[in-house]
């Protein structure tokens, strides 16, 4: 039976028409069912602008919108009929596999620990990011929800990452690396010490600690470290990025030479652009709760939009979810505190 | 009357040849005074194979080496002859006026605290490091030195970058934000929510917390992080700007048009390559010693050093320290702990 996902068409920065866009791009180059989560009017017009609906593409309304900057627990505890809200129902109640969404990420995280809870002896849900490398992609965790850490959530981020980073992306035995500024084991802070002695006891393909420049080399397939670290390398990377195409163009566009040899040489930009732009991926995976989701950028592009729903529909089919608890179950006792029924802090939209 | 510079010879990855030769640059390209302190045999035939040498370039002898991995606190304790310490003892003898090394930096750190002493209230000592923008540098503080701190450890690191700020880039009230995970001063980890409230009572030019991105966009003079967070940033960002071009030559060497495209732009690459090249700053200031110190990538050319050996001299010209001091007696009161006699931890090579 096909797959089913459900898409929260109200979130993110660009609007609803792109990612209603992105919904009819994904229905089209796939056979998966797919739910609009929103305002039934509205994105019943913007679908119908599309030409004829695909009979796969449904309308679910939802009245009401978490806004970007909305606090995550008030946007769970007033908005009970937000899209993102009624997105996690549906996959409670078993009629969508999976949930995708470029709105808010603080109230996804939330509301998919509330709705669907987290998975068996996960203490922390949390975010995994995708960076592209010279040599495959590189699966980075925590990149936001969990700010502050102790040393066994970092652990299980290296656990959950890996089962996604096997499913995913085929790695048998990912390389593990745990993100520190020395690749001696006694280089680090606090936190980094007490996670590599729980890392080395562990089966998982641990290689040591890694330094912010191994991050995009590709010779590591997942790079822990805590929310904080990982949302400030993620939005560097953004920046950067951004500003060595800005500064290269700025130098361009000085000469009249450099701008002939740019245009000879546009179509390699344009094939690196795609390569590095985080659209490929589509979105960021949830870890840890029971289901599946994807927390997209919230400048989300229609083609970003189509790749969530694509990676989404990935983790559901191929059960990301049990390989998380098989790999967990053999490490039960490292590091394992008596947490699990401690409320979520941290979370940060 | 010149300044006077020691430069540690053998320190770095190179070798003492690129050290050499960037001393030989700088001396010829300002009225500098220059001492090379290492193995004097070696030094005397390198400099030797420049030519006539410089009645301004003077040879020290020191017959220790500290390596690049051995522990700070080994090397100031066993290698009481290394050229890093001699440099350091010759600073505090007033017979130079500051030092540049691209040895260990953990080592050059130890060596300037224990030889030169803090300055008067400074709790943390650290290692600033400058960031190539789209609108000028950007002085990141701490890159490496202090991986645990408290929130007046980031309010000091504030304190002394912008001292930088105003006496090197000449920005009157320099912009300093608070790295963190989201523009909000609600928003980040508990070390970054207790700074946020000790800047907001300042009376330094306090922008808020910024975000990774906002990095490299030139809108933020000052940015203040922990140094484990830093030294991330500082290593992410040399991965992914190596990253970018090798992936963007890739894709460039698959098309001969492309490729005519390349070599008509190169001249466009070559100035955005010395744009964002570390060698153009020369490296990172030691801020918080009584005296001055720049503390070279290990990887540094010979342009680097002569670069590095000219900011030395303008921390010293320009008395950068003094107005440290000034600063931090306005905010004396403010965050500060009576720990400036506490062993300095958390130094990290």
């Known amino acids: 039976m096909a797959l089913h ?46 030409g004829p609906p695909s009979s796969r593409i449904h309308l679910v309304h939802a009245s009401q919108v978490v806004g970007m900057d909305e606090s995550p627990f008030d946007a769970i505890r007033k908005k009970k009929d937000s899209s993102i809200m009624k ?27 509330k709705l669907l809870g987290r998975l068996e002896h996960v203490s922390r ?15 980075m965790m925590d990149v936001g929800a969990n700010v502050d850490c102790r040393s066994e959530h970092l652990f299980q981020f290296g656990v959950m990452a890996s089962a996604f980073s096997q499913v995913l992306f085929g790695h048998d035995r990912p390389r593990v690396g745990l993100l520190s ?14 996670s590599h002695e729980l890392f080395q006891q562990s089966s998982l393909n641990y290689i040591g600690n890694v330094e912010g420049r191994d991050t995009f080399q590709g010779d590591v397939d997942v790079m822990v470290c805590d929310g904080f670290v990982g949302n400030v390398c993620l939005k560097l990377s953004e920046g950067l990025a951004e500003a060595v195409m800005g500064m290269l163009k700025e130098e361009i566009v000085k000469s009249f030479k450099a701008k002939l040899g740019y ?34 950028h919230g400048r989300s592009n229609a083609v970003a939009i189509k790749n969530a729903i694509r990676v989404a529909s990935e983790m559901a089919r191929n059960k990301v979810n049990d390989r998380i608890l098989e790999l967990l179950s053999l490490h039960r006792l490292l590091g394992q505190q008596d947490d699990t029924n401690a409320p979520v802090a941290g979370v940060t939209p």
């Open 125 to 139: 849900p949390g975010i995994a990011g995708i960076f592209p490398t010279l040599k495959g992609p590189v699966v």
């Open 87 to 113: 997105a996690f129902a549906l996959h409670k109640e078993g009629r969508v596999d999976a949930v995708v969404s470029a709105g808010n990420s603080g109230a996804t995280l939330a509301a998919a620990i």
């Open 181 to 194: 500024i020395g690749e001696e084991g006694g280089k680090g802070n606090v936190l980094v010490k007490k």
């Open 5 to 50: 996902i459900a898409l929260d068409a109200m979130g993110g920065d660009r609007g609803p028409g792109e990612l209603v866009s992105g919904a009819v791009l994904a229905a089209r180059e796939s056979d998966l069912e797919i739910s609009l989560i929103g305002d039934q009017a509205l994105l019943g017009t913007i679908l119908a602008s599309h």
């Open 263 to 296: 245009l000879l040489a546009r179509d390699a930009f344009a094939s690196f652009k795609k390569r590095v732009d985080y659209a490929e991926y589509g979105g960021a995976p949830l870890l840890g709760i029971q289901g599946n989701a994807i927390v997209c």
